[in-house]
């Protein structure tokens, strides 16, 4: 047999997978026996080795070329992948620090910019000459570049998101300074503005109240919806001896003793407590807050009338029955203020009544003389 022909037919046998396979092969005379693959093979043989390539056969040559091409590839590939893998996961789950910033802060207040929102306002574009200023609503997150305008009296801080009262050095004439609705925690950096008459530091995050005594002239304040609860934290307001306006509405005060610090502020005329859990404990709320603050005029969403005063005094004094007879002191007083008016109305009524008559008399007296002196002319 060639040997080209040999050659094929071991190959074709040793490619079959089953018994079956290679009993249906041609028998060929050609003997073939494996070898271990555990056991090494060092001693020559004469029998044909089809693992080695076999020259001659270009087919099963270029055969193995191909499969070897192809396990390369894939490691290759597999290797590649997983150092893609390898050098590309870090860099999806790391974000540079600059970047995180940028992603997490707000716009900043430069100098730009409010001289920006100047013109957009219509007002000085020299820093100096402004005395109000509208920087609300613009997401800042801290107070800056405000050293160049020394002359305002008003400014505008609403709605951005502040964590503490700073930048204000060169302010010293400011009257009004509105910080609601912000994020500040504490009451600070404001020792300097002598001259700060309203503050309004609503709807922020702030638990004590502090450093407001440094602000002489403090007339007007304004804390609503903060996180106010004990007597403790209001009890600096004593120290603030101007303070005639304030709004404590919409916090967490459930301290009954927080009446004689309002008690103890002698300027106090008008008061706002609504939404805070105390009143729903206390009994004749508006009864004892009249009492207690002397100069009270307007308690929560009504005011507090100069009757209201009288019977609430005289309810101190002797419970109910003083309080009824009190009233009816005041109704008596009424009705006479009022039947004095009509008896006026009256009396100037016949006055005017008798200086009608008067004239009406005078009148004709005057016509009747003026008769005989045309007859006499005449004549």
């Not at 860099?91 to 540079?96: A, M, T």
């Not at 609504?274 to 709320?285: F, T």
């Not at 004095?340 to 007296?365: A, C």
């Amino acid at each position: 047999m060639p040997l080209v022909e040999e050659i094929t037919t071991e190959y074709n046998l040793e490619s079959c997978s089953t018994q079956e396979e290679v009993s249906s092969v041609p028998e060929t005379g050609i003997v073939i026996e494996e070898t271990p693959e555990h056991v090494p093979n060092d001693e020559p043989s004469n029998k044909l080795d089809l693992s080695k390539d076999t020259p001659g056969d270009p087919v099963h040559a270029d055969e193995g070329k191909e499969e070897d091409v192809q396990v390369t590839n894939v490691q290759n590939g597999e290797k590649g992948k997983g150092d893609s893998e390898k050098e590309t996961a870090p860099v999806s789950n790391q974000v540079p620090e600059k970047k995180v910033e940028s992603m997490f802060s707000g716009p900043r207040m430069t100098v730009a910019g409010i001289q920006k929102l100047c013109k957009e306002h219509k007002l000085y574009n020299t820093p100096e000459l402004n005395d109000v200023l509208y920087l609300h609503f613009k997401g800042y997150q801290k107070i800056e570049n405000l050293e160049r305008y020394t002359g305002l009296r008003c400014l505008w801080l609403e709605s951005n998101g502040f964590d503490r009262i700073e930048g204000l050095t060169n302010q010293l004439e400011l009257r009004a300074l509105y910080l609601q609705q912000n994020l500040i925690h504490d009451i600070a950096n404001i020792n300097h503005l002598k001259n700060l008459v309203h503050l309004n530091l609503s709807n922020n995050m702030i638990s004590e109240l502090k450093n407001l005594s440094d602000c002489p002239n403090l007339n007007n304040l304004q804390v609503s919806h903060n996180l106010l609860k004990t007597r403790k934290d209001i009890e600096h307001l004593i120290e603030c001896t101007k303070i005639s306006v304030l709004d404590l509405s919409h916090n967490r005060l459930e301290d009954e003793a927080i009446l004689e610090v309002y008690a103890g502020m002698q300027e106090l005329g008008v008061l706002n407590q609504m939404g805070n859990p105390l009143l729903r404990k206390l009994s004749n709320y508006r009864k004892n807050y009249t009492v207690q603050i002397k100069n009270l005029r307007y308690l929560d969403d009504r005011p507090v009338f100069p009757k209201d005063r009288a019977c609430a005094e005289a309810w101190s004094r002797g419970g109910r029955e003083e309080e009824r007879a009190e009233r009816e002191r005041w109704a008596a007083a009424e009705r006479k203020k009022i039947d004095d008016s009509l008896e006026s109305l009256r009396r100037i009524k016949k006055q005017s009544e008798q200086g009608e008559n008067i004239t009406r008399r005078n009148g004709k007296r005057s016509k009747g003389m003026s008769v005989p002196l045309k007859k006499t002319m005449t004549s």
